[in-house]
């Protein structure tokens, strides 16, 4: 026999929509954590991103009163004065104003006209009539001109193996040198054929380099002195430091030992604003930020380990991969990571703890690219996974600026020196890209293909006409760009400034709104867990009890169920004897019969 049970609902309550309630998580599996693992841990905050789907629109209206004018002729001599009156005579022109002054109808018209006069007096105030308004005619046409660029030299690599232009810089006085180091990133793709050698272009010849800096291993970046052109410093892949008098010659004079160098490809290095002009420091994906003496390179005069935990522990470093220094503030550093955060650190702090100030984690990917702005150093630019960031001192939670989502990564980018709105970036698909924040936001202001190959290096001329990228194939593409985006334009700086200081106070209040919405939510879940643990105390049941209590419910009914098909079997078969006993002796009557 089949067991059915029919469930019925009213027609009106089909439809309805779900009603949720709010209660507190329950543990259900505590999987205790490998010890092996946690040794090689680290703590990722999670991101948040912004979306922004539609234009920002603006509109204001001004009216204006309106002004009727008349034409009408008056002819009088000098001053107006009657005929009778000579102005040249000063007693007859004191007594014809002690007249005037005296008349009624001249005291009735000053007081009339005292009250159009004083709103003309405020109207001055508040627009200034003699503004020349074309004094700067021909800047604001070039401003508004079509922005542009064009390829003025190629530099290829002369070598047969093509390596990637990993790193470039300017000559610091004449700047018509750029340097250009040459190496393959890809390990497995290495061979003996490689050349090591990295060079030195004039850019009037592009035919062939006017010097090669010969190190023991491939560089993977470079930078001139600003205090003496003649010498650069650059970083090798196996990790060594090395610098070079181009007076000497193309081989280094002095380079680091390997047991006290990097361990790491050596991804930055920049020189220090030091009164001897020889202190520089590097970065590696190893997890240290090395100091050196050129005069002194047997090893590092400081050494910072980018230990989060503020341990010192190299195990748990964090790998570095850009390098930013502000001369106008010699003991602050900012490094970019691998794992997209960016430390700020204190040089002059005593203990590795003090050293590492504090952190902006704003990138799904390594930050390729960190710089401050020239004009305005609290506020610097990183460049990681498919966006440019743009981030005040003040602001550690989010960045206040940052470019909506590419469709290829993006692997370097710069300031320009002269303008300070202006900033130029490098993608994988040979786009060079140059940003105008005060233009517009969502786009950039110029996009040039530069090549077909990806860009992974940018340097900008400190005259901010000429800009330099290096790409995949070993190409330094030198362009140069419109006046547009390398002239000042007027109240530039004033109006960025203003800019960067509404955008620092939004992020302020956003974020003070959110610390309030999680202390509210804090103080949310702390008052339920006091009326669960209230709960219990007064006898209420624990969800262990809860599901205890259940389970035993569950087979007591199994139990019974079973109990009652047994019951009901056996008096199916009780009736079943019954009957064909009946049978039996219905049909033995039959036969006596």
């Not at 800047?139 to 001109?145: K, L, V």
């Not at 602001?395 to 989502?405: C, D, G, L, P, Q």
């Not at 202001?445 to 995949?472: I, P």
Request: aromatic fraction near 8%; charged fraction near 30%.
């Amino acid at each position: 026999m089949e067991i059915v049970h029919v469930y019925t609902k009213l027609r009106a309550h089909f439809g309805r929509q779900c009603v949720f309630t709010d209660r507190p998580a329950d543990l259900l599996v505590d999987v205790q954590p490998d010890p092996c693992v946690t040794e090689r841990f680290i703590l990722r905050r999670p991101r948040e991103g912004a979306l922004q789907v539609c234009r920002d629109m603006s509109e204001h209206q001004v009216n204006t009163e309106r002004f009727e004018s008349s034409s009408c002729g008056l002819n009088h001599v000098e001053g107006g004065w009657p005929k009778d009156i000579n102005p040249a005579e000063m007693e007859q022109t004191i007594r014809f104003r002690k007249k005037v002054e005296k008349d009624e109808g001249y005291i009735n018209s000053i007081l009339q006209l005292g009250s159009v006069m004083e709103h003309c007096s405020r109207q001055n105030n508040s627009t200034d009539l003699y503004q020349d308004y074309f004094e700067d005619e021909d800047q604001e046409d070039e401003s508004q001109e079509t922005t542009f660029a064009k390829t003025i030299n190629v530099f290829r690599d002369p070598n047969e193996v093509k390596r990637m232009v990993t790193g470039l810089s300017w000559h610091p006085d004449s700047g018509r040198k750029l340097a250009a180091a040459y190496s393959c990133l890809e390990f497995q793709r290495s061979s003996k054929d490689v050349s090591v050698d990295s060079y030195i272009w004039d850019i009037e010849n592009p035919n062939r380099p006017e010097m090669a800096l010969k190190p023991t291993s491939p560089l993977v970046c470079l930078d001139y002195n600003p205090k003496d052109s003649h010498t650069l410093v650059g970083g090798s892949y196996n990790g060594q430091i090395a610098y070079w008098d181009t007076r000497r010659g193309g081989h280094p004079v002095e380079f680091s030992s390997v047991e006290q160098s990097h361990r790491d490809p050596v991804y930055k290095i920049i020189w220090l604003q030091s009164k001897t002009g020889t202190d520089a420091f590097s970065a590696s994906t190893d997890g240290q930020v090395l100091w050196w003496d050129i005069r002194k390179m047997s090893e590092p005069t400081e050494r910072l380990v980018l230990d989060l935990g503020r341990e010192g522990n190299l195990d748990r470093a964090l790998g570095a991969i850009s390098l930013e220094f502000e001369a106008t503030m010699p003991t602050k550093l900012m490094v970019g990571t691998e794992q997209g955060v960016v430390v700020s650190c204190n040089r002059k702090a005593k203990t590795p703890a003090e050293k590492i100030v504090c952190t902006y984690d704003g990138h799904h990917g390594p930050v390729h690219a960190l710089q401050r702005n020239p004009f305005f150093p609290k506020n610097f630019l990183t460049v990681g996974d498919w966006t440019a960031r743009i981030w005040s001192e003040d602001i550690k939670e989010s960045s206040i600026m940052w470019t909506k989502y590419q469709m290829s990564f993006l692997m370097d980018a710069c300031w320009s020196p002269v303008r300070p709105s202006v900033f130029f970036t490098v993608k994988m698909d040979g786009v060079l890209d140059a940003w105008d924040v005060l233009l517009k936001q969502n786009d950039p202001a110029l996009s040039v293909k530069v090549c077909d190959e990806a860009l992974f290096s940018l340097s900008v001329h400190h005259h901010g006409r000429l800009v330099a990228c290096g790409s995949q194939q070993g190409g330094a593409t030198l362009l140069e760009v419109c006046p547009g985006l390398s002239t000042v334009q007027k109240n530039e700086k004033s109006l960025l400034a203003a800019m960067f200081e509404r955008e620092t106070k939004r992020e302020k209040i956003l974020e003070a709104r959110q610390k309030e919405l999680r202390l509210k939510e804090r103080s949310r879940s702390a008052q339920s867990r006091e009326e669960e643990v209230t709960g219990r105390e007064e006898g209420e049941e624990t969800p262990d009890q809860l599901i205890l209590n259940t389970e035993n419910n569950f087979f007591n009914m199994v139990e019974a169920e079973l109990r009652r098909r047994r019951e009901r079997e056996e008096k199916e078969n009780q009736e079943k004897d019954v009957c064909e006993e009946k049978e039996v002796k219905d049909d033995q009557e039959t036969s006596e019969f």
